[in-house]
T-cell receptor, first 111, second 115 residues
Framework: KQEVTQIPAALSVPEGENLVLNCSFTDSAIYNLQWFRQDPGKGLTSLLLIQSSQREQTSGRLNASLDKSSGRSTLYIAASQPGDSATYLC??????????WGAGTKLIIKP | NAGVTQTPKFRVLKTGQSMTLLCAQDMNHEYMYWYRQDPGMGLRLIHYSVGEGTTAKGEVPDGYNVSRLKKQNFLLGLESAAPSQTSVYFC??????????????FGPGTRLTVL
């Protein structure tokens, strides 16, 4: 059974720092992996989607990588800003085409 | 466009009461989903629908029922609420079920407390 883990559960860094969020999954048979952002009291917003054949995707200051063989993905945020404060979730689409979610990393950027 | 909307935003129920959560989307999406989110856990799929008039069970369907009478609406019902159903409920929709670069669009959530 596919399991998705995100460590740490919470992270606090000063504004301006570059940071990396981690996501690991137990079964490498995936179709794709997505990173979402969740703001308090709001729904989730898709940030980046990486197909199983891809190694990375970039959008602005965000870069997501995928290493299927090791079951890992990272979300790199450059030059962090207070507005980046949110919970970041990763989800993999498994061999049954279901989305399996991590519990998320709560990120706080201190001004 | 409103995207995905959910009604109500908050609700408190007593054990044994029933209620219906309404999800509406204006993107003409075929697929709709109901998730629950509990502290320290990832989202878990309750039920989903691949089109008007269809529904299917997800990972945690017990204690819930759903209906998709109209393409734009997906209703989640709790017939006899239990404290274990205290959670935040999210509705989502997508155009083609995740094929290719398809992604899900989420509503703002409903926070349900069962006493």
């Amino acid at each position: 059974k596919q399991e998705v883990t995100q460590i740490p559960a919470a992270l606090s860094v000063p504004e301006g720092e570059n940071l990396v969020l981690n996501c690991s999954f137990t079964d490498s048979a995936i179709y794709n992996l997505q990173w979402f952002r969740q703001d308090p009291g709001k729904g989730l917003t898709s940030l980046l989607l990486i197909q199983s054949s891809q190694r990375e995707q970039t959008s602005g200051r965000l870069n997501a990588s995928l290493d299927k063989s090791s079951g890992r993905s990272t979300l790199y945020i450059a030059a962090s800003q207070p507005g980046d404060s949110a919970t970041y979730l990763c989800a993999v689409r498994d061999s049954n085409y279901q989305l399996i979610w991590g519990a998320g990393t709560k990120l706080i950027i201190k001004p | 466009n409103a995207g995905v909307t959910q009604t109500p935003k908050f609700r408190v129920l007593k054990t044994g009461q029933s209620m219906t959560l309404l999800c509406a989307q204006d993107m003409n999406h075929e697929y709709m989903y109901w998730y629950r989110q509990d502290p320290g856990m990832g989202l878990r799929l309750i039920h989903y629908s691949v089109g008007e008039g269809t529904t299917a069970k997800g990972e945690v369907p017990d204690g819930y029922n759903v209906s998709r009478l109209k393409k734009q609406n997906f209703l989640l019902g709790l017939e006899s609420a239990a404290p274990s159903q205290t959670s935040v409920y999210f509705c989502a929709s997508s155009s083609n079920g995740g094929a290719g670069t398809d992604t899900q669009y989420f509503g703002p959530g409903t926070r349900l407390t069962v006493l």
